[in-house]
C-alpha cells in the first residue's frame, strides 16, 4: 500500500534560492527517510528522522516531522544545479521490516 | 555508487524471452531488495530476502521469480513478461531488516518488453 506522498510533484527554482518538498503519509510510522533519485539511475539515502525526533540537520538539508499532521519536509538551502532530482519519502507504516516511497517530487534547478 | 553493482544497465526482450537481472553488493550486507520504478508511479517493494531467505513476496506474478544464492548476490529471472513489465528495476541492500538501516541503491536496470 502507498504510504508517503510528496507535494509538489514538480519545483523549478533558480540556483540560490530554498527548495522546500512535503510528505504527507497516513498510518503511525517509527521512523521516515528522505532518499534522492538522479534521472535513471538509484536512490541515494539523504536523512533519516525518527518518529520522536522534530526536526534534523545535514548540510544544507533540514528535515522536519510532525507526527500530529502526519507530515515531514524538506528544505534544501541554497540550492545548485547539481540538485536537480527526484526527491521521495520513506515510511514504515509501524513496520521494522519495509517501508514505501512515495511517488516522489522533480526538482529542477536552473543555473 | 559501486557498493551496488546491477546487470545488465539496459535490456529489451520481446514476451516470449527468458533473461534475468543480476545484482551483486559489496557491501556485507544481510538483506536484498528487489524494486520496480514505473513511470509516474510509487517505487514498488517487490521481493525481500535476509540472510539468502525470501521474506517478503509483495503480491509478485510468478512471470518474476527472484534468486538469492547467497547473501552478496540477488537474481530475477524473467519468463513471459508483459509490455506493463517495461520499468526500472532497482536492487538494494541494507545491514539487516531493521528499518533504521540505510538501504544503499544499484543504478538499476532498464527493461523495455516489447
Known amino acids: 500500500s502507498q504510504q508517503g506522498e510528496e507535494d509538489p510533484q514538480a519545483l523549478s527554482i533558480q540556483e540560490g534560492e530554498n527548495a522546500t518538498m512535503n510528505c504527507s503519509y497516513k498510518?503511525?510510522?517509527?521512523?521516515l527517510q528522505w532518499y534522492r533519485q538522479n534521472s535513471g539511475r538509484g536512490l541515494v539515502h539523504l536523512i533519516l528522522i525518527r518518529s520522536n525526533e522534530r526536526e534534523k540537520h545535514s548540510g544544507r538539508l533540514r528535515v522536519t516531522l510532525d507526527t500530529s499532521k502526519k507530515s515531514s519536509s524538506l528544505l534544501i538551502t541554497a540550492s545548485r544545479a547539481a540538485d536537480t532530482a527526484s526527491y521521495f519519502c520513506a515510511t514504515d507504516e509501524g513496520n521494522f521490516n519495509k517501508f514505501y516511497f512515495g511517488s516522489g517530487t522533480k526538482l529542477n534547478v536552473k543555473p | 555508487e559501486t557498493g551496488v553493482t546491477q546487470t545488465p544497465r539496459h535490456l529489451v526482450m520481446g514476451m516470449t524471452n527468458k533473461k534475468s537481472l543480476k545484482c551483486e553488493q559489496h557491501l556485507g550486507h544481510n538483506a536484498m531488495y528487489w524494486y520496480k520504478q514505473s513511470a509516474k508511479k510509487p517505487l514498488e517493494l517487490m521481493f525481500v530476502?535476509?540472510?539468502?531467505?525470501?521474506?517478503e513476496n509483495n503480491s509478485v506474478p510468478s512471470r518474476f521469480s527472484p534468486e538469492c544464492p547467497n547473501s552478496s548476490h540477488l537474481f530475477l529471472h524473467l519468463h513471459t513478461l508483459q509490455p506493463e513489465d517495461s520499468a526500472l528495476y532497482l536492487c538494494?541492500?541494507?545491514?539487516?531488516?531493521?528499518?533504521?538501516?540505510?538501504?544503499?541503491f544499484g543504478p538499476g536496470t532498464r527493461l523495455t518488453v516489447l
Open positions: 498510518t503511525s510510522i517509527n521512523n
Open positions: 538494494a541492500s541494507s545491514q539487516s531488516l531493521d528499518y533504521t538501516d540505510t538501504q544503499y
Open positions: 530476502y535476509n540472510f539468502k531467505e525470501q521474506t
